[in-house]
Each structure stands twice: as structure tokens, then as C-alpha cells.
């Protein structure tokens, strides 16, 4: 399993698939503070279906240029650890960055 390339989160009905599993948002450009490092990392979602859920944060930030990326290359043992690597994502992230990744107005 691994993320695809970054695309603009606006056109993600062009890139995300309408199944299972992680989409990740970030700034296009800088980083966010958070406190105990910085990140272009803002959202992290584990969901049944990539292209809703990547249409549904768009449409609720539809000002923002924002990048999503999605996981692919996934076999029958990925798609079943995907709450497991979604958990592990979030863990890591407060880890490293003192926070949970978060949208920031």
C-alpha cells in the first residue's frame, strides 16, 4: 500500500477512488504550527468511500487550495489493516507534532 501523488482537492472527483480508505489533506504552500513542530498536514480520514469523502471536505473549504492524496496499490491484507494504519498515522502525527493534525481558519 501507498499514497498516490498530490493532487488539488478540488478536483478530487477526477483522482479518488469510491472505495476504502485513507485521504489525506495538506497546504499547498508553508506549514501549520502546531506544538511541538511543524506541518503541512492538516487531515487525516479513513472512510468507505475516497471520493465522497474527498468531495465532502472540499465543498466545506471551497476557498482553500489545498492538496489531497489517497492510498492505493492495496491488497486484501492493506484493506483489511486500514483502521490500523489510520490509527498509526494519527498516533504518529501527535507523537511528532504535539497535536491532532486540524483544519486552521
Known sequence: ???????PLSEAGRH???????????VAEGLLRY???????????LT?????????FAAAH???GWLAR???EMND?????????HARLLRDFRARFGAEPEVRA
Do not use: K, N
Open 1 to 7: 500500500m501507498r499514497f498516490c501523488p498530490w493532487y
Open 62 to 64: 471551497p476557498e482553500r
Open 48 to 56: 468507505d468511500d475516497v471520493r465522497a469523502a474527498a468531495a465532502r
Open 77 to 85: 491484507d492493506d484493506r483489511a489493516g486500514l483502521d490500523s494504519f
Open 16 to 26: 479518488a477512488p469510491p472505495e476504502r480508505g485513507v485521504l489525506q489533506v495538506r
Open 70 to 72: 489517497h492510498t492505493i
Open 35 to 45: 506544538p511541538t513542530g511543524q506541518s503541512a498536514m492538516l487531515h487525516y480520514e
